[in-house]
């Protein structure tokens, strides 16, 4: 007994001293993945956190935003965890914030927390310059092909680089001036000046973009899947109002009979089986309420896709929201002239009704000091009083 004794406490010993001595050299920080701080409404983003160490310890981690070690990150279904790493599907406006991660590595009675520095997104209203995925899709079979195009703007002044973050979280590059897309989600066709094909293969998932002198494109999510069945959802935002089809791909057999869920709650839309392997439903006049993640089964339930987000964006353009600042900014003016106009009315005749009662008051007191006391009135003496007077002045004189 007092041997396994010993040997836990030599043991939890090595573990501090181990610690201890490497605990300078253990740095935790949060990477954000396309590089920058700056992200794009719609667009995927990965943020990874990593432990800077030579030891072989194995590390827990968790996920903070706004507030270190008080807000953890809640259960929004956008939100992704994995380890290390967390994505971000369909950036919001609410996702800006601070991001903290906190490792931890423990034994049986110690426990070493270590807390990265905060990293800060904010997120752009304005479009970013956009990657063209053809077919635009989240999901893709192992083996098919999608073709990326980078935009025009990030090819007239110089070449434009293809990035993509791996699975593995390996940075792959390509340019299509000097390699012609030979790196990038394995075996690559070369396309044309500013397009690649890529071949789909298991370690082609991860966020693709294009990098240039102006920027960089969005970033879109690509997941290489290697089961019987995938449910296609838009890479990209699609627009407010208009209709949108989703399309539930199998390998292989006859499966005209699926059924559709969103958030795990089934559906009943129209649908158009088309072909055996692919059955499609519409959504007529999409809005906010369809986002979600969206799946697909057989109707015995034996296969099943794996989920892919809807996203929605609002249809207005970029000219709509300069015409609406300005028409803002417009609105703005008149009602501060007029809200000028009011002040100025109430203290004219704030003015108006102090000079009156002061002059009102001046000429009462002027009155009070010149005009003198009111003389009463005689009144007229009675008849025998005025006889009386005279017979009394008779006597007088007699005397």
């Keep these: 007994m007092n041997i396994i004794l010993i040997s836990s406490m030599l043991g939890v010993a090595a573990f501090v001293f181990l610690v201890a001595a490497s605990k300078e050299e253990l740095k935790v920080s949060v990477t954000v993945w396309p590089l920058g701080t700056k992200i794009f409404l719609g667009e995927c983003v990965l943020l990874r956190c990593t432990v800077e160490s030579n030891s072989t310890l194995t590390w827990s981690y968790s996920w903070f935003r706004n507030e270190p070690r008080a807000t953890q990150v809640g259960k929004n279904p956008r939100h992704l965890l994995s ?30 927390a270590l807390l990265s520095k905060p990293v800060t997104l904010s997120v752009s209203g304005l479009p970013p310059p956009s990657l063209i995925l053809t077919p635009s899709t989240r999901h893709v079979f192992e083996g098919e092909t999608f073709t990326l195009q980078c935009p025009e703007t990030l090819t007239n002044s110089s070449a434009w680089v293809l990035r993509q973050t791996s699975a593995s979280h390996l940075i792959r590059t390509a340019d299509s001036k000097t390699c012609a897309c030979s790196s990038p989600g394995g075996g690559v066709i070369p396309g044309g000046s500013s397009t690649c094909v890529v071949s ?12 240039g002198a102006e920027g960089r494109s ?31 791909r199998y390998r292989k057999g006859n499966h005209l009979k699926t059924t ?23 959504i007529v006049n999409v809005s ?14 034996k296969l099943e896709s794996p989920q892919s987000w809807l996203s929605v964006r609002s249809n207005l353009s970029s000219a709509d929201v300069s015409a609406g600042s300005t028409s803002g900014s417009w609105i703005w003016v008149v009602v501060s002239c007029i809200l000028m106009i009011f002040i100025l009315l109430a203290i004219l005749l704030i003015l108006h009704f102090r000079y009156k009662m002061l002059y009102t008051c001046n000429r009462w007191r002027v009155s009070c000091v ?30």
């Design 288 to 301: 906010e309420a369809h986002e979600g993640f969206y799946k697909c089964a057989s109707q015995d339930g």
């Design 218 to 248: 969005n970033a879109v999510n690509i997941t290489v899947t290697s089961g019987p069945v995938i449910m296609r959802t838009p890479a990209l935002s699609v627009p407010r109002g208009g209709n949108v089809v989703l399309e539930c």
């Design 370 to 399: 010149e005009t003198p006391a009111a003389v009463l009135p005689a009144t007229k003496q009675d008849v025998t009083e005025v006889q009386w007077d005279l017979s009394w002045m008779e006597m007088s004189n007699l005397l």
């Design 200 to 211: 789909a293969t298991r370690g082609g998932s991860g966020l693709y973009w294009c990098e």
């Design 260 to 282: 559709f869920f969103r958030n795990g709650i089934k559906l009943s839309p129209d649908s158009s089986p088309g072909q055996g392997t692919e059955i499609k439903i519409t």
């Design 83 to 112: 380890g290390g790493s967390y994505s971000i599907t369909a950036v919001m406006k609410e996702d800006a914030g601070r991001y903290w991660c906190q490792a931890e590595c423990c034994d049986s009675n110690t426990t070493v």
